[in-house]
């Protein structure tokens, strides 16, 4: 046996947020995301020509999960501000400035699910409201559920895997340069990206 007891979804391909799976079912309850083992991460061109990744090290979350509607699931995700990491410290600064995400003033962002629409086996699409630096507006993630397993101290655990694109000005994130061959410093298209790995509380 390997090290975590994996179980995969083998539901039918399904199209709407209202089943009934009983392979799904195991999943009804409530999760806490375990931040040690997931990961949220943003990525952005520079300098039109390459493309800088950072991530959040610091953020919590909590899901409710209805394994027989998961149209009833919701998800509320809180990430600090100030936890980016680029790698770059002289960037990092730049972008908990006032110039960017203003962590000092803003030190949270949020995402609070509104709906869930469950479109094959593992795959959804949901639906929330994102906010950074005091603006809230809608989003979409492609969501995957990446399986369950045991881990080797008894936690039951959840993965799932998802991703969104998002343009950065439409949250007050304006800053920019003009560069002398064209085009802009910092792209205004972000993908936020997603890995969780969730542990069973109820």
């Known amino acids: 046996m390997g090290l975590l007891n994996r179980h995969r979804a083998t539901a039918p391909a399904l199209a709407t947020d209202s089943v009934s799976a009983p392979v799904t079912a195991r999943l009804t309850g409530v999760w806490t995301i375990d931040p040690a083992h ?16 950072g991530t959040f090290e ?24 100030a936890g980016l990491d680029t790698r770059q410290e002289q960037r990092d600064r730049h972008l908990r400035s006032a110039d960017f995400f203003h962590a000092e003033a803003h030190p949270v962002l949020s995402f609070r699910s509104t709906s869930v629409r469950q479109l094959s086996a593992d795959t959804y699409h949901l639906s929330g409201d994102l906010s950074i630096k005091g603006v809230t507006r809608p989003v979409v993630l492609d969501l995957t559920h990446t399986g369950t397993a045991t881990d080797p101290f008894g936690n039951e655990r959840a993965g799932f895997e998802g991703s969104t ?6 949250w007050g994130l304006t800053w920019n340069r003009v560069l002398e061959t064209g085009g802009v410093l910092v792209g205004e298209k972000v993908k936020l990206e997603f890995d969780v790995s969730a542990i069973r509380a109820a």
């Open 58 to 81: 610091d953020f919590d979350g909590r899901l409710y999960l209805d394994g027989e509607r998961p149209g009833r699931s919701t998800a509320d995700v809180t990430i600090k501000a």
């Open 165 to 170: 694109t998002v343009d950065r000005t439409e």
């Open 38 to 53: 997931s990961s949220i991460a943003f990525v952005a061109r520079y300098a039109m020509i390459t493309k800088v990744r």
